[in-house]
Nanobody, 125 residues
């Protein structure tokens, strides 16, 4: 069973924008979960990108995406979004959605409870 399903990836040019979506499956109160995004670039380890707590107020970003990426959530649709602006070739990666009932601290410091399958984002110069 896929608990989290991402969509919105693709191939774009440097400077373009892309919005990723991640929807949680029915049967869970995803509004109680911290949700976020990770990415794995070719040849590199998976890294945290952005996270938003269940209260919709606590938000964290990796330094390299601050000012360019915006994370948000719509709990009426069990969905978290990642708006990525001014994309650069170094943003090329598989982007994974993740969720953790323990909160944002767990999302950023340990292995989250749930993961999506990932969606590819490729940025050409």
């Amino acid at each position: 069973q896929e608990h989290l399903v991402e969509s919105g990836g693709g191939s774009v040019q440097a400077g373009d924008s892309v919005r990723l979506s991640c929807t949680g499956s029915e049967g869970r109160f995803w509004s109680n979960y911290a949700m976020g995004w990770f990415r794995r670039a070719p040849g590199k380890d998976r890294e945290f990108v952005a996270g938003i707590n269940y209260n919709d107020k606590d938000i964290e970003y990796q330094d390299s995406v601050k000012g360019r990426f915006i994370i948000s959530r719509d709990d009426t649709k069990n969905t978290v979004f990642l708006q990525m602006n001014n994309l650069q070739p170094e943003d090329t990666a598989v982007y994974y959605c993740a969720a953790d009932i323990r909160g944002l601290w767990a999302l950023t410091s340990s292995l989250p409870d749930y993961w999506g399958q990932g969606t590819q984002v490729t940025v050409s110069s």
